[in-house]
């Protein structure tokens, strides 16, 4: 056998040595009526683990290409060369060839661990099931008639929706706009997706904040696109630095999550937000302005957007019901010039035909009721309460071996951890205790730093969930 396998390449070992014993199926080097090599001798050969060997023809039994016979060894499987030659395909090689990128291994991890496991979870950046308004719902789904239709809806999502929408920004947000400048979204999520899809091309630069959510979106690698950092402080980020990254490398888009900015939960202060948007006026640079969490002020004071003092359209602003009313109704929306909205509603249109009437409507009679701001009231008053508790159990657990800043709204909190430690492994042993958290070079961030998401849990489990995090560190310290 004169393949070997490449230990310089990402690919893990297992899967090359699937693949070349697929190819070898195909090519004849494996001939149907003899046994394949054992796990032993492949593993002799090659001078690779027995394990890899045991993983590779997991791979091809799942994908019916071997079977595993006791007593007989392993042979190539009698479906693929029947009397029409038919041949499962390999999906291994679709799967890697595919130009949509996936997310992380880490993230993947994450979501795994969280998804099927019952761990304190103060990693998912959404809000728990106690803070979801269901008594106010389940009023409007059972006392009042669905009157929509079950059809497609307009391109731009339903009318109703976008003026209720109108009005809410204008009373919560501050922002003057209309219906035709405003598009419905399956979540924030896929706002982003079609800014990047429809209005920029491979090759193009953009400036993305460092740490930041959207450093770990694999969006803007599938697109081809060049992201620029700017590092955020406790203001935000530098406008002198933006105008400076602009000179060098031609940025033409700006992404900002300037209120309570998911990790850190900075907020721009004044000064920068209006130069920000002078840097944008200047030299005529789009700014993306994500916002889920300025409604979450702890203070009371509103955060004026981004998009609120923006006189000149340089603004394309997104945000979405899943931080402040349920994730599960997938609403969210942009707000832009009407050329612009057209366009990606063209392209939402081609995605799914528009969104789901039944969600639209359930959405619209929330945001006129008055139960919308009794429930944004009491949101907050709750998750200050459990922005409270992870700050004292942080404190009484970890003390000084850790450093950070208390949010003022949101729903994160960014943590350096001052002791030297291996991410990986603290996550691994984190697990083991039952608690989850989101390493820090995941936002793209320097080493050393978690975040801690407050909303998924209660004040208990908050407090369970930092004394188990501060244990495993201890515990590799």
Same mark, same amino acid.
């Given at each position: 056998?004169?393949w ?11 899967k090359?040595l ?5 190819n ?6 494996f001939?149907?009526?003899k046994?394949?090599p054992?796990e ?9 683990n027995r ?8 791979e ?5 290409l ?10 190539i499987s009698k479906d693929?060369?029947?009397?029409t030659?038919k041949r499962?395909?390999?999906w ?6 595919g130009?949509f990128l996936?997310?992380q291994?880490l993230?993947? @991890? !994450? +979501?795994?661990e ?5 761990l304190i *979870? ?6 728990s &099931?106690?803070l979801f ?9 059972s006392?009042?008639s ?9 391109p731009?999502?339903?009318?109703e929706?976008?003026e ?20 419905i979204?399956s ?9 990047v899809q ?8 953009v400036a993305l ?16 696109i ?5 590092p955020v ?8 630095e ?7 490398? @031609? !940025? +033409?888009m ?7 900015? *998911?990790?850190?939960g900075?907020?721009l202060? &004044? ?8 840097i944008?006026?200047?030299y005529?640079i789009p ?9 979450t002020s702890?203070?009371g ?6 998009k609120?003092m923006?006189?000149?359209g340089n ?9 402040i009313?349920?994730?599960?109704l997938?609403i969210?929306?942009?707000i832009?010039?009407?050329?612009v ?5 063209d392209a ?12 639209q ?17 009491n ?26 800043s208390v949010?003022q709204g949101?729903i994160?909190l ?9 991410e990986?492994q ?8 039952g ?11 320097g080493?050393g730093?978690v975040?801690f ?5 209660d ?8 004394k188990?995090?501060?244990?495993a ?5």
């Amino acid at each position: 056998m004169d393949w070997k396998p490449d230990r310089k390449v990402k690919k893990a070992l297992y899967k090359q040595l699937a693949e070349y014993i697929e190819n070898g199926i195909a090519d004849g080097t494996f001939p149907p009526d003899k046994p394949l090599p054992s796990e032993r001798k492949l593993a002799k050969e090659f001078n690779i683990n027995r394990s890899t060997v045991v993983a590779a023809y997991d791979e091809l039994e799942a994908n019916g290409l071997i079977q595993r016979n006791r007593g007989s060894g392993t042979t190539i499987s009698k479906d693929i060369w029947g009397i029409t030659k038919k041949r499962i395909p390999s999906w291994n090689r679709y799967i890697e060839a595919g130009s949509f990128l996936p997310n992380q291994p880490l993230i993947q @991890r !994450i +979501r795994y661990e969280t998804a099927g496991h019952k761990l304190i *979870n103060l990693a998912s950046g959404e809000l728990s &099931e106690d803070l979801f308004p269901k008594k106010f719902l389940r009023a409007i789904t059972s006392t009042r008639s669905f009157a929509g239709s079950l059809g497609y809806d307009h391109p731009q999502g339903n009318k109703e929706l976008r003026e209720t929408i109108t009005k809410h920004v204008r009373e919560y947000r501050r922002i003057e706009t209309n219906p035709s400048s405003i598009l419905i979204t399956s979540g924030a999520q896929q706002a982003l997706h079609l800014v990047v899809q429809c209005l920029l091309k491979p090759g193009d630069a953009v400036a993305l904040e460092d740490p930041s959510y959207n450093y770990n979106l694999p969006i803007f690698k599938t697109a081809g696109i060049k992201p620029y950092f700017l590092p955020v402080d406790k203001d935000g980020i530098n406008p002198d630095e933006l105008l400076a990254l602009y000179k060098k490398h @031609r !940025i +033409r888009m700006i992404f900002l999550n300037s209120a309570f900015q *998911n990790p850190t939960g900075s907020t721009l202060n &004044e000064t920068r937000r209006k130069s920000i948007l002078e840097i944008s006026s200047e030299y005529g640079i789009p700014i993306v302005e994500d916002d889920p969490y300025s409604l979450t002020s702890f203070t009371g004071e509103g955060i004026p957007t981004l998009k609120s003092m923006d006189v000149h359209g340089n603004v394309l602003y997104i945000s979405s019901l899943s931080k402040i009313v349920a994730s599960g109704l997938r609403i969210g929306w942009i707000i832009g010039p009407v050329p612009v909205i057209e366009r990606l509603s063209d392209a939402k249109q081609q995605i799914d035909f528009g969104h789901a009437s039944f969600n639209q409507w359930i959405a619209n009679d929330f945001l006129e009721s008055e139960s919308f701001h009794t429930h944004f009231k009491n949101l907050v008053k709750e998750l200050e309460k459990r922005r409270n508790q992870i700050v004292t159990s942080l404190n009484h657990f970890l003390g000084d071996q850790v450093e950070f800043s208390v949010p003022q709204g949101g729903i994160h909190l960014w943590c350096r951890v001052k002791k030297d430690y291996n991410e990986m492994q603290l996550l691994e042993e984190s697990i083991k205790r039952g608690v989850i958290f989101v390493p820090g070079s995941t936002m793209g961030s320097g080493k050393g730093f978690v975040r801690f998401t407050f909303a998924r849990e209660d004040e208990d489990s908050i407090h369970e969930g930092i004394k188990r995090f501060a244990d495993a560190l201890n515990y590799l310290s």
